[in-house]
Structures are given as C-alpha cells and as structure tokens.
T-cell receptor, first 116, second 110 residues
Framework: GAVVSQHPSWVICKSGTSVKIECRSL??????MFWYRQFPKQSLMLMAT?????????EQGVEKDKFLINHASLTLSTLTVTSAHPEDSSFYIC????????????FGPGTRLTVL | GDSVTQMEGPVTLSEEAFLTINCTYT??????LFWYVQYPGEGLQLLLK?????DKGSNKGFEATYRKETTSFHLEKGSVQVSDSAVYFC?????????FGQGTRLTINP
C-alpha cells in the first residue's frame, strides 16, 4: 500500500520555540493532506485539511496562527507549531489522500511533541 | 455533531478466542463507516469499510456490518491471533472528513 512518513518521530523543545513536523507521501502524489492531533487515550481530532498549492482549512477551535500548515508540493506538507507551550504537547498524525473525496487516506506513524 | 463511540479498552483475550469490539455512531444522513488498525510504531491502516446500510466489510478474518437501525458497526473476528494485538479505531466519513472513536487497545495472549 501507499506509504506516508513523518519526521521527526519525536521531538522535545523548550516553551516559546517553534517546531516543524514534516509529512511525506513516499510513493504517490497526495492532492490532499490532513493533520490530526491525538491526546492520550482519546481519539484523533482533525486539525486541518490542506490541498496542494492552497491555504489550509482549519477546524473550528484550531488557531491557524499557532499551527501553520504548508502544502507546497504533492508529496510534502509541513505543520509548524509556533511559540509552543506545554499544552501543545501531544501526538500529531498526518494522512494523505490522492484522488477525490472517496479516495482512501493513508496515515503517517505520528510525531510525539513534548514541550518543556 | 457527528460522533463515534467505541467500547473502552483495554481488551485482553487468549489466542483463538472470539472478538467483538462495539462501535456506535451519531450522524445525520448515511456516512461511510470504517475500522482502522494501528500496530505498534506504525500509522493507522484501513482494515475494512462499509458505505451503505447492510453492507458487510471484511478483511483478514475481521467483519463488520453497517446497521442503520442500531447505528452500529461492531467489529468481529471468530478466532484471534497474537498478531492481531493492536489499537483499533472505528470511524465515520462525513463531508470528506473522518471522525474517529477513541480507540480500543487489544492484546492477545498465546
């Protein structure tokens, strides 16, 4: 099946710094990528949807100035957590889809962010 | 809003036992329903899906039937293996967005 990678797999940073997480589709071109956040023992919550070359669409309650999403190519999307604080500590997961709305989403393995 | 509720885990079974993981949903209209599996250290993988009422999704010995009358999509397997140990997520697709349940951790002991 299609492979999606994320980098880094885990990151620790100091409060107030920014962190960038990459999501890559390795063997297909992803017209749409999704970013999710997962708290311990809770479900994945969709943060935003991004289409290549367009601005991301953020879900209600997600601060777009804090979680910057860039989808500059059909194989790469990045999530930048700006001025991170301890409450931003979480597991961030991306997925990628090619084709239309009925296309399957392929998920990355996730990135564990810890903000000290 | 749309939501998915799964039975709480963790679930621990012996090899060859029968498995049921309950999933119910709340949504307007008729969403597509999915089960995803996440093995340790890996991303979520689609296990099976159903797109309309009474559809049965199946894969790797797992089955789930889309029950509109009970708004359910319970996951079943007749004889589990140690390799089935993973976290299982039920989800619905509405307006191109996936809504997930909280996940159920399954451990199979030899």
């Amino acid at each position: 099946g299609a492979v999606v990678s994320q980098h880094p797999s885990w990151v620790i940073c100091k409060s107030g710094t920014s962190v960038k997480i990459e999501c890559r589709s390795l063997d297909f071109q992803a017209t749409t990528m999704f970013w999710y956040r997962q708290f311990p023992k809770q479900s994945l919550m969709l943060m935003a949807t991004s289409n290549e070359g367009s601005k991301a669409t953020y879900e209600q309650g997600v601060e777009k100035d804090k979680f910057l999403i860039n989808h500059a190519s059909l194989t790469l999307s990045t999530l930048t957590v700006t001025s991170a604080h301890p409450e931003d500590s979480s597991f961030y997961i991306c997925s990628a889809r090619f084709g239309g709305s009925s296309g399957e989403q392929f998920f990355g393995p996730g990135t564990r962010l810890t903000v000290l | 809003g749309d939501s998915v509720t799964q039975m709480e885990g963790p679930v621990t079974l012996s090899e060859e036992a029968f498995l049921t993981i309950n999933c119910t949903y709340t949504a307007t209209g008729y969403p597509s329903l999915f089960w995803y599996v996440q093995y340790p250290g890996e991303g979520l993988q689609l296990l099976l899906k159903a797109t309309k009422a009474d559809d049965k999704g199946s894969n790797k010995g797992f089955e789930a039937t889309y029950r509109k009358e009970t708004t359910s999509f319970h996951l079943e397997k007749g004889s589990v293996q140690v390799s089935d140990s993973a976290v299982y997520f039920c989800a619905l697709l509405k307006a191109q967005k996936l809504v997930f349940g909280q996940g159920t951790r399954l451990t199979i002991n030899p």
